[in-house]
């Protein structure tokens, strides 16, 4: 009986889960006009690619995945390594400050600066207008550090002492030794590193709206939102408003909001199942301890 109520159970929370995604996919890859009729579910009734070539004709949204993906990939690879690294400094018994440190890392999980201070701080670093500000800020995270840090203290003592003995040091122990055990703990927390990254917006309206340049997907995604609140869903007049040609390739706020949604969502769920095997061992060694 516990064996079916559980298959049923996940079933069912399964669906609750996908329905959304599945119902936006549908949503977007329908006539736009033809969704403002409502009654789409999980297919389209009239499938078109219109949505999607309005939405990849603008230069800025070429630009924004640009931008997104490199910050997420510099973003995970730096601040993967500096975690990693600290970690490692205050899992070695020896360390002196290794209470203190812990203590500091921990204080900033409940407490910060505020959103002024911080914005002079950023200003007076000359970050401000630079991609920098979206990876300096964040490089160290409190939560990754405690995780790292449980995992590396869980392995062997032993290996470390046998390292020293044959002259290893620190940095040739760190990058010979700890790294390739902590394979699992990386995963772990190179995706979540790489989904903070690849769905932060606010940054970049705070530090770097007015530059194109800068711009990220989840940013435009926000602008398109916010468009769309202001406006009727569905309404034919934005509709016509918003078409490339006026006739042929007519678009909606309901519907390029769906399009934008599974642009900005589809990238990042492409790398869950790489990382499946040892996100789950990850957690299991590194949170529980």
Not at 148 to 162: D, Q, T
């Amino acid at each position: 009986m516990f064996d079916i109520f559980n298959i049923v159970f996940m079933v069912i929370l399964c669906v609750f889960m996908l329905y959304p995604f599945l119902n936006q996919i549908a949503i977007s890859l329908n006539d736009a006009t033809d969704s403002v009729r409502g009654g789409i579910y999980l297919w389209p009734r009239e499938f078109t690619w219109n949505n999607y070539e309005h939405v990849f004709e603008k230069a800025s949204i070429w630009q924004a995945i640009f931008i997104s993906v490199l910050r997420t990939v510099v973003g995970a690879g730096v601040g993967l390594l500096c975690t990693a690294m600290v970690a490692y400094a205050i899992a070695q018994p020896k360390f002196m400050f290794k209470k203190s440190v812990t203590i500091i890392f921990i204080m900033t999980m409940y407490f910060n600066g505020g959103l002024i201070p911080t914005f002079l701080l950023m200003r007076d670093l000359n970050l401000i207008g630079s991609f920098w500000v979206y990876i300096l800020p964040t490089l160290i995270s409190a939560f990754n550090l405690i995780i790292m840090r449980s995992f590396i203290e869980g392995l062997p003592s032993s290996i470390f002492e046998s390292a020293k003995i044959d002259g290893a040091g620190d940095f040739r122990i760190f990058f010979k030794i700890v790294l390739p055990l902590s394979l699992p703990v990386l995963a772990t927390v190179a995706l979540f590193v790489a989904v903070f990254q690849w769905n932060q917006w606010f940054d970049v309206f705070l530090y770097n709206s007015s530059n194109a340049n800068l711009t990220t997907l989840q940013y435009e995604l926000m602008k398109i939102l916010q468009n769309s609140s202001t406006t009727a869903s569905g309404d034919m007049a934005s509709a016509f408003a918003n078409s490339s040609d006026g006739s042929n390739n007519i678009v909606t706020p309901k519907s390029i909001q769906a399009t934008m949604t599974i642009v900005a969502s589809v990238p990042i769920i492409m790398v869950y199942p790489f990382l499946q095997k040892y996100f789950v061992k990850g957690m299991t060694l590194g949170a529980v301890k």
